[in-house]
């Protein structure tokens, strides 16, 4: 299984911006799924974004599309998101994950079987 570590969270004003990171090793990272999945107090996880590693497979849940951008770099072996216009409403810890189980972007938490240790971005308002 690939190894995942999540970095680049913090505290940020409401209508600021972070990029999250998340450097894989152990597997051949550009034939993984990669997907952003996040989780509050009390609240089940939620699928953010991913990027699959077929051309054009990306997908974002509806309600944050236009607000952040996934990306991945292959030959660093980095999956990243850029987010802009956070509200507080955002905050939580977010989870990269991956998946050599399909090509294509996956929304589906089950579907992931390598998860990094999350990172927490706080949003003030």
């Not at 054009?56 to 987010?83: P, V």
């Amino acid at each position: 299984q690939v190894q995942l570590v999540e970095s680049g969270g913090g505290l940020v004003q409401a209508g600021g911006s972070l990029t999250l990171s998340c450097a894989a090793s152990g597997g051949t990272f550009s034939r993984y799924t990669m997907g952003w999945f996040r989780q509050g107090p009390g609240k089940e996880r939620e699928f953010v974004a991913t990027c699959g590693w077929i051309p054009s497979s990306t997908k974002y849940a509806a309600s944050l599309k236009g607000r952040f951008t996934i990306s991945r770099d292959n030959a660093k072996n980095t999956l990243y998101m850029q987010m802009n216009s956070l509200k507080p409403e955002d905050t939580d810890v977010y989870y990269c994950a991956a998946t050599s189980a399909t090509g294509w972007g996956e929304g589906r938490e089950t579907m992931y079987d390598s998860w990094g240790q999350g990172t927490q971005v706080t949003v003030s308002s």
